[in-house]
């Protein structure tokens, strides 16, 4: 199925929400629909609430990951939380997934092909944790949601699919590497406040 045609109501995604969060992670733990199950540790589901007012979609899991099944448990993970922090989120109230489930070698980008192997999986886990909001982290997570579609980083959008608001800020991994953008990160968290609070 070309990527483009899956959404919220495919078949496949709508076998994965019936089967409900324990049939997706062992769907997930099972999945071979690309290479990259060959060379990883252990796959990254998620981490957080599962009924969460924000969601938050990565790219995909990097060494630390792969190596604890956790997301963002690195450096990035770090900068993550303290941004979490500064947007005043409680635990309960979000959860942080990636697009790609498993670690590409070497921390490469994802390829297309392997975004659209992991989209069911992405797309269930979404219609499961039915979020007000998702806050994509970077362009990666925006090309294997947005079906193409280009967001403007801080402006927030309704997606006419789901309904769910959308809002494109920084990977956190990108703070590492230009500090310059932090403020930045702040200047759209706080201009988006209303969307979580």
Known sequence: MNCNEL?????????LVEGGFKKLESEILACKACAL???????????????????????APGKNEDETGIPFCGRAGSILDEMIGYMDLPEHDYAVINAIKCRPPNNRNPLKS???????????????????????????????????????????????ESGITLLKIYHPAALIYQRSRTDEQKELIDRNRHLWE
């Open 37 to 59: 199950y060959k060379t990883v540790t252990n796959k990254v589901i998620g981490k957080g609430s599962h009924n969460p007012e924000v969601v938050f979609i990565g790219e």
């Open 114 to 160: 392997e975004i659209n192997a992991c989209k069911p999986f992405l797309l269930a886990q979404i219609r499961l944790l039915d979020p007000k909001l998702i806050i994509l982290l970077g362009n990666t997570a925006e090309k294997a949601f947005c079906n193409g579609r280009r967001l403007k980083w801080g402006i927030p959008e309704i997606s006419e």
């Open 7 to 15: 959404n919220f109501d495919s078949p496949r995604v709508l076998e």
